[in-house]
Structure formats: structure tokens, C-alpha cells
């Protein structure tokens, strides 16, 4: 794997494959870059492909006190480091990060949100119990099932789903790291949302959201739409938080249809 190196001084690594435009894939929550394997294949056919490890797993670097603020430059400093402008995929947290890395970079082609986790209103991001029960947990050393807390009660996926995704090849290293879910459950809740930053982006933007998504997925999704200039949503009919697994020919056709339409 590649590195470069972030504003902060720590090394953020990426996985380069493929032939085509630059696509940077920005992972969510207890992932790191080998989340997108469903999907890989038929991207790298289309382009060359930067999927990152988010610090703190795989072969990227850390740093003892979390800012989610250095998690945005860690993306732009990827987007940086190419030499023609990227089209920016992040999913849940990675999505989150994608969307600010976007006020931070000038080397964009178009952007690609699936559910970042955005407050809107008086919806509650993660439940205190929940979430003192993961610290518990990782604090006793028991790592996937904190992992598997996190997913059901903090990213509400149906237990078929988890069990997809623990059947899949990444998922030991979901478990190593487990350790970053209590910081990154925290951080949403200490995100201030202002769409007057975005009033003069115009960068492409494709909004994806599951039909069958929890409903502050929507509202956060609804949220962007009407404060990005140049958006569209999809939603990705009978799915929910993980299409990339539960569907990924729907998943795909939805980023490549988008992506063949840029100019």
C-alpha cells in the first residue's frame, strides 16, 4: 500500500488498483479499505481506484487524542496527492468525512454520499446505554462484540445483515477495529452542520439512502439535498446501510450511472 501523509503528520495508507479516472473510496465505521470488495471489481474495470484505511486501522497511523476535524484533512490529503481531479465516494462515517474533505480540496470531479450520520433535529444519533456498553466492552478486551453492539443498536442493521457481514473475508479486521467505534460514535453527536458552507459547491453530488434505512438516514440525506446546489438522491429501493453487501449490481448501477454522465 501507498501513504501520504496527513496535515497533522500522521500517514494515512491507500490500496491503488485499477485503470481509469481517479476513485477515491472512503470507508465507514469499524471498516478500513477492504470493505468494498463486493464492489471492486467492476470499479476497477472503470477506474482507477484509491480505497484509504481511515487512521487508526490497517496501515495507517493514529494519534492519541481524536479530532474528527483531522479526519477531514486525512481524506483531502488523499484527494491532494492524485494529479487530475477525483470523483469522492464515502459511505456512513466515510461519507461524513468525504462531505467536509469537499470544503477542503480543490481537486474534485463529483461526490458521492451513501448515510453520512448527520444529526437533524431531535433525532438521537446513539442511545447513552449503548454506547457505555461498548466502552465496557473494548475496555474487556471484548472487541467483536462490540462491534456487534455497535452495528445492531448504534448503526440499527438487522441481525441477517450483521450476519452477512461477519461472513465476510474483512471481517477480523472489522473486529481490530472495534477500538475506533466508541470515538467515532461520539463524533456525529459534535457535528454542527451548516449549510450556508456549501452555498458555493458545486461540485457534482450523488446522495445515496436506502429505501428501507432508519429514518434519520433520510432526514440527514433530505438535509443535504437541499443544501448542496448541484445534487441528486437515489434511493436504493428495498435496501438499507450496507447495499455495497445486500445489493451491490444496485449499488454499482447507481455509481456508474452517475459517474458516466459527468462531463
Same mark, same amino acid.
Given at each position: ?10 500517514? &494515512? ?69 492524485? /494529479?487530475?481531479?477525483?470523483? @469522492? @465516494? ?17 481537486? @474534485? ?8 450520520? &448527520? ?5 438521537? &444519533?446513539?442511545?447513552? /446505554? ?76 450523488? @446522495? ?56
Amino acid at each position: 500500500m501507498d501513504t501520504v501523509t496527513s496535515s497533522d503528520g500522521t500517514p &494515512i495508507a491507500y490500496e491503488r488498483t485499477g485503470s481509469g479516472p481517479p476513485l477515491v473510496l472512503v470507508h465507514g465505521t469499524t471498516a478500513d479499505h477492504t470493505r468494498w470488495e463486493p464492489v471492486l471489481r467492476p470499479l476497477e474495470e472503470r477506474f482507477t481506484v484509491y480505497a484509504m484505511d481511515r487512521r487508526g486501522r490497517g496501515e495507517s497511523g493514529d494519534t492519541t487524542e481524536y479530532d474528527l476535524k483531522q479526519e477531514f484533512d486525512d481524506v483531502a490529503a488523499v484527494v491532494d496527492s492524485i /494529479n487530475e481531479p477525483v470523483v @469522492l @465516494l464515502g459511505h456512513s462515517y466515510g461519507a461524513l468525512c468525504s462531505l467536509d474533505a469537499a470544503l477542503r480540496t480543490d481537486n @474534485l470531479r463529483a461526490l458521492i454520499l451513501y448515510e453520512p450520520p &448527520i444529526p437533524v433535529g431531535d433525532h438521537e &444519533i446513539y442511545d447513552e /446505554n449503548e454506547l457505555a456498553k461498548i466502552k465496557l466492552l473494548l475496555d474487556d478486551s471484548e472487541d467483536e462484540q462490540a462491534l456487534i453492539v455497535f452495528l445492531r443498536e448504534i448503526a440499527d442493521i438487522p441481525s441477517a445483515q450483521i450476519e452477512l457481514l461477519r461472513s465476510a473475508p474483512n471481517w477480523e479486521a472489522r473486529v481490530d477495529a472495534a477500538h475506533t467505534a466508541y470515538r467515532e460514535t461520539v463524533g456525529p453527536a459534535t457535528y454542527d452542520f451548516d449549510p450556508a458552507q456549501y452555498e458555493q459547491m458545486q461540485t457534482p453530488t450523488l @446522495l445515496l439512502t436506502g429505501g428501507e434505512s432508519p429514518q434519520w438516514f433520510t432526514d440527514a440525506i433530505e438535509m443535504l439535498d437541499a443544501a448542496l446546489p448541484d445534487s441528486r438522491v437515489v434511493v436504493l429501493e428495498d435496501q438499507e446501510h450496507v447495499a455495497m453487501n445486500t445489493a451491490p449490481d444496485l449499488f454499482l448501477d447507481a455509481v456508474l450511472t452517475f459517474t458516466s454522465e459527468l462531463t
